[in-house]
């Protein structure tokens, strides 16, 4: 049976790309016509020829995209030739192959030698002690920086809110606004669940947490 199955859909597949390249062979032919003699009919036969193929080209792409899910579904997971090659892949991707070196401008691609190049750049651009382009600044200018910088101070009731502990009111109130249909935290529990079966303030014995 299993045979008998791959001969028949060998056979449909053989049909429908010979029927692909007609239909292009077709295409191009009344392209061509369609340049010269305006035909009406020219038109809506090339029209028509166009509807086919791209009808073709869609249930191939389809066919082939639940191929490939199925194929990733039962293979994605295992340890087999599909999950290497696609570490590979993602690996090729992230790995640096060749780097100029600050110094030498030479192109390098031994593994060492990329480091010793990353390592040598960000000494040179962090390393500002020797840049005579850089100035020093000393610790006495430092501190007066600071003496008279006049940063952003909290005012004393802001520090008191900050202070104060949280009150079972504030709780309830940034209850109400949490976003729903979120996923559950930790807990295990959806902000639906909490904003429903929270209790009110009325109900609890006013103190803080």
């Given at each position: 049976m299993r045979g008998i199955l791959i001969q028949l859909n060998a056979?449909?597949?053989?049909?429908?790309?010979?029927?692909?390249?007609?239909?292009?062979?077709s295409i191009?032919?009344?392209?061509?016509?369609?340049?010269?003699?305006?035909?009406?009919s020219t038109s809506t036969s090339l029209a028509t020829n166009r509807n086919k193929l791209r009808t073709l080209l869609l249930y191939k792409y389809d066919l082939n995209l639940q191929k490939t899910k199925a194929k990733f579904y039962?293979?994605?997971?295992?340890?087999?030739?599909?999950?290497?090659?696609?570490?590979?892949?993602?690996?090729l991707k992230d790995k640096i192959s060749s780097v100029h070196h600050p110094t030498t401008h030479t192109l390098t691609t031994n593994p060492r030698e990329i480091a010793n190049a990353f390592a040598t750049y960000y000494q040179q651009l962090y390393n500002l002690k020797n840049d005579p382009d850089t100035i020093q600044?000393?610790?006495?200018?430092?501190?007066?920086?600071?003496?008279?910088?006049?940063?952003?101070?909290?005012?004393?009731?802001?520090?008191?809110?900050?202070?104060?502990?949280?009150?079972?009111t504030e709780i309830e109130n940034i209850t109400k606004t949490l976003?729903?249909?979120?996923?559950p935290g930790n807990y295990g529990y959806?902000?639906?669940?909490?904003?429903?079966?929270?209790?009110?303030?009325?109900?609890?014995p006013i103190q803080t947490l």
């Open positions: 056979r449909i597949s053989k049909q429908r790309n010979q029927q692909i390249d007609e239909l292009l062979m191009k032919t009344k392209e061509e016509l369609n340049k010269t003699s305006h035909d009406p039962s293979m994605s997971n295992k340890a087999n030739a599909l999950l290497t090659k696609m570490i590979k892949q993602r690996h600044p000393t610790l006495t200018s430092i501190q007066q920086f600071l003496h008279t910088t006049k940063l952003p101070q909290l005012s004393p009731s802001q520090l008191d809110a900050i202070s104060t502990p949280i009150s079972i976003p729903l249909n979120k996923s959806t902000n639906e669940f909490i904003q429903i079966f929270c209790p009110k303030s009325s109900t609890i």
